[in-house]
């Protein structure tokens, strides 16, 4: 059975060995049976990014695994092998990512240190750089900063188990999570006895994992464990985001026993009203029940709220079936829309209609010239933003922000302003960092971070602006 290429492969990727990789009933095959053997152990500085690069597109390639013949039943065996594979090959690639972030950060703090930072400051904006390289949020990327260290510094076994594909990256996440109340001696510990236990149990799930790793913390310090249950109460709160189908998720995280009280009273509220005759269903029940006793109001009564709408006057007028925009929420159907407006008429309830009107270029421009920008504008950048401006960062906006700062000549008008959540805000005044407006009607950010990388932010299109960006 042979397997032909498509496009070159990188050199030490050239002759995949289909024929030599171990069938069903042996070992997996790890990736250098299949795809060649890769360079030998090399330093950061000298591993070969083209290779990498090259080898990604390689694999991206649709065409490349298509083209194998054989049975029907040699075809599916080798499927399966791959898939094998390249499930090892993404947890080994994590590992590697986690040691190179782990380094990337201490030459950073190094480098602040030594540039004169203060020592509680050291460590700004590593979490902001990682993110952008891994094209996830802020947040995410200080989470992975902080599970690198983790693996690397104190869990060098999980770490291990991760590059060997004994452990995906979800479960070697989970065993940071549920050691960080320990000392480091006693992770430590927890890790080496964790690590023993993937050798002869590789196959735990996602709970079986989590529950092992709790009784090993328990058994190691209890106290820590009370006092990281104690704690976890003062994260209680509320949360509200967007669901499809013009819904929403309002999730409360509670104590257990309040939690266990709130469902249990309205669960025993839906089941009396389905005794007595009501045709709602059990769900339904509960969801009006908890709308009711919030807000007071009854539950088909819309209350006092403010959203804000971004619709052409075609679709809110003339029936035309372009998307609206909620923010917050995202696009939403225009006929939803009308019928929500038209639906409203309880004269308790106020509704206010602002009308914004776009030109050529895009909104109204307006400017000011203060250091700050008006209500008005700030409304305007939220309204054209909808999201922190950030790559990948889908925070709500905190903050109307200039691009180029106003103590450097930037001018307070829309077209130097951007939206920001208050992190990114944050991030943008560390040493290094700058970013730069292109000339044109879609207002391009270009953000430059101190090591020289540079990323492009555009803001989503709104209503009836079609393919003009």
Same mark, same amino acid.
């Given at each position: 059975?042979? @397997?032909?290429?498509?496009? $070159?492969?990188?050199?030490? @990727? ?8 171990? =069938?069903?009933?042996?070992?997996? $095959?790890?990736?250098?049976? +299949? ?49 094998? *594979?390249?499930?090892?090959?993404? *947890? ?29 400051? +050291? ?7 990682? *993110? ?5 949020? $802020? ?21 291990? !188990? ?12 989970? @065993? ?6 320990? @000392? ?20 735990? =799930? ?28 003062? =994260? ?28 249990? !009273? ?8 389905? !005794? ?86 895009? +909104?109204?421009?307006?400017?000011? *010239? ?48 951007? =939206? ?50």
């Amino acid at each position: 059975m042979t @397997a032909t290429m498509s496009v $070159p492969a990188p050199a030490w @990727a050239e002759a995949p060995a289909w024929v030599a990789a171990e =069938g069903p009933g042996g070992d997996p $095959p790890w990736p250098e049976d +299949l795809f060649g053997a890769p360079p030998g152990p090399q330093r950061v500085e000298e591993v070969g990014l083209p290779d990498l690069r090259q080898w990604a597109r390689w694999l991206g390639d649709p065409e490349v695994f298509d083209a194998v013949d054989g049975t029907a039943d040699d075809v599916s065996a080798r499927c399966i092998e791959l898939i094998t *594979a390249l499930e090892r090959l993404k *947890a080994a690639a994590a590992a590697a990512q986690a040691r190179v972030t782990e380094r990337f950060d201490r030459v950073q703090r190094q480098q602040q240190r030594d540039a004169g930072v203060p020592a509680d400051r +050291l460590g700004e904006g590593v979490a902001a750089q990682v *993110a952008l390289a891994h094209h996830e949020s $802020p947040v995410k990327g200080g989470r992975f900063l902080g599970t690198a260290q983790a693996w690397v510094r104190e869990m060098p076994h999980t770490l291990e !188990a991760l590059a060997e594909g004994r452990l995906n990256e979800w479960r070697a996440t989970l @065993a940071v999570r549920e050691t960080a109340c320990l @000392a480091v001696e006693d992770r430590g510990a927890v890790d080496e006895e964790f690590g023993e236990m993937l050798r002869s149990r590789s196959t735990m =799930g996602d709970r079986a994992v989590t529950a092992a790793l709790r009784r090993m913390v328990y058994e190691r310090d209890a106290e820590a464990y009370l006092r990281r249950i104690e704690a976890a109460a003062k =994260g209680r709160r509320v949360t509200c985001r967007p669901a499809p189908d013009g819904m929403t998720y309002v999730t409360a995280l509670l104590p257990l026993q309040q939690g266990v009280a709130v469902f249990a !009273a309205l669960t025993q509220t839906a089941d009396t009203a389905r !005794a007595d005759g009501d045709e709602r269903g059990r769900g339904q029940l509960m969801a009006d029940t908890l709308v009711e006793r919030v807000t007071g109001r009854p539950a088909e009564r819309p209350c006092d709220i403010h959203l804000d709408v971004l619709i052409t006057d075609r679709s809110l007028f003339a029936e035309d079936d372009g998307a609206a925009e909620v923010g917050g929420v995202g696009p939403v159907p225009a006929g939803w829309v009308r019928r929500m407006l038209g639906g409203i008429d309880d004269p308790e309830t106020r509704v206010q209609v602002r009308r914004l009107f776009r030109g050529p270029t895009g +909104l109204v421009a307006t400017k000011t *010239a203060g250091r700050f920008f008006t209500r008005g504008m700030q409304h305007l950048i939220r309204a054209r933003d909808q999201h922190c401006r950030t790559p990948w960062c889908d925070a709500p906006i905190r903050h109307a922000d200039h691009v180029v700062g106003h103590a450097e000549g930037g001018p307070t008008d829309l077209d130097n302003g951007q =939206g920001l959540c208050e992190r990114c805000n944050h991030t943008k005044q560390v040493a290094g960092w700058s970013a730069s407006v292109e000339p044109g009607p879609d207002h391009v950010v270009r953000l430059m971070t101190p090591t020289g990388h540079t990323y492009v932010s555009r803001p989503p299109r709104g209503p009836g602006e079609g393919g003009r960006r």
